[in-house]
């Protein structure tokens, strides 16, 4: 075994004369001495470097796009950016879906029993004082501003004085109330009776989220004001506005009519609704 290792260093070892001649005259240009070793050694030191600058350059330059599997940053940041998007889309498309449910809730009166009298006592204080704490109350800038319109006869302003309640809203139209909320009934709001093409005004500011016809119900208007407050107006011949506007208090929005399968004469059929709970619209404005 010693004598194989002997042998093996003696040839590793062994030096070699490389020359390089003139091919003409032979005369040398250069020569230098190696040897198996000094091949293996160098050829090794000369792989890793290779190794070494090949992955730098594809670390750190361009051509690693070129690289297949490898997304450019260019790639990563649009899909980065996409990935945000679509959550943010996923945020809002749950968002529109609790409240298409609850526009469907209010179209349909689906409201239960059970629950609904149990938070009766409550939705009746809300009336006094949840409300007021979500700034439905007018404030004073706001109450001057209103009486100076009502002066002027522009619009048709709540003149009702309730010294429990001093929640200002507008009246959608003014007429004779000829069925009263009857929230144990099922009847979630009030209809007014009105000529065909009467002007049907916004209660408050607020974004239309609803504005299509019912078979039942005619042309159908709902206008979320904020604060979990809903205004609902069924019934209507026409409307005048679409789902995104914005509209202002005392705004037309649609006109009256006598639309739908549920109804027998032109009137109003006018729903509040507070977070997702029917109120008595009267203990707000004043309809006739």
């Known amino acids: 075994m010693g004598k194989y290792f002997d042998k093996l260093k003696e040839r590793l070892t062994f030096k070699y004369r490389l020359v390089i001649l003139d091919e003409e005259t032979y005369e040398e240009q250069f020569s230098f001495k190696l040897s198996q070793m000094n091949v293996y050694v ?11 600058v090949t992955s ?7 051509l690693r796009e070129y690289v297949p599997g490898y997304a450019s940053t260019e790639v990563k940041e649009k899909a980065e950016v996409l990935i945000d998007s679509l959550e943010d889309l996923q945020l809002r498309n749950h968002q529109n879906e609790v409240k298409m449910q609850a526009v469907m809730d209010v179209l349909t009166g689906k409201v239960k029993t059970k629950e609904y009298l149990a938070n009766l006592d409550s939705l009746l204080k809300a009336n006094k004082d949840s409300i007021s704490k979500h700034s439905i109350y007018a404030s004073k800038d706001d109450s001057l501003y209103r009486q100076s319109i009502e002066n002027q006869d522009r619009y048709n302003v709540s ?15 003014t007429g004779t109330v000829t069925n009263k909320y009857k929230g144990k009934d099922q009847h979630y709001g009030i209809d007014i009776a009105v000529k065909s093409g009467t002007p049907i005004k916004s209660v408050e500011d607020g974004t239309v989220i609803f504005a299509e016809w019912s078979v039942d119900t005619g042309y ?44 027998t ?23 006739e």
Not at 159 to 173: T, Y
């Open 220 to 263: 159908v208007i709902i206008i979320d004001h904020g604060n979990n407050l809903i205004s609902v107006y069924k019934h209507n011949s026409s409307l005048l506005k679409r789902e995104g506007d914005l509209v202002k208090s005392g705004e037309v929005v649609a006109t009256a009519g006598s639309e739908g399968k549920l109804s």
């Open 42 to 52: 160098f050829g090794g030191i000369a792989i890793i470097l290779l190794i070494l």
């Open 265 to 287: 004469a032109p009137h109003l059929h006018f729903e509040l609704w507070y977070n997702g709970y029917p109120m008595d619209p009267t203990q707000f404005i004043a309809f």
């Open 159 to 173: 003149a009702k004085s309730n010294s429990k309640q001093r929640l200002v809203l507008f009246a959608p139209v």
């Open 56 to 62: 730098l350059v594809i670390a750190y330059t361009p």
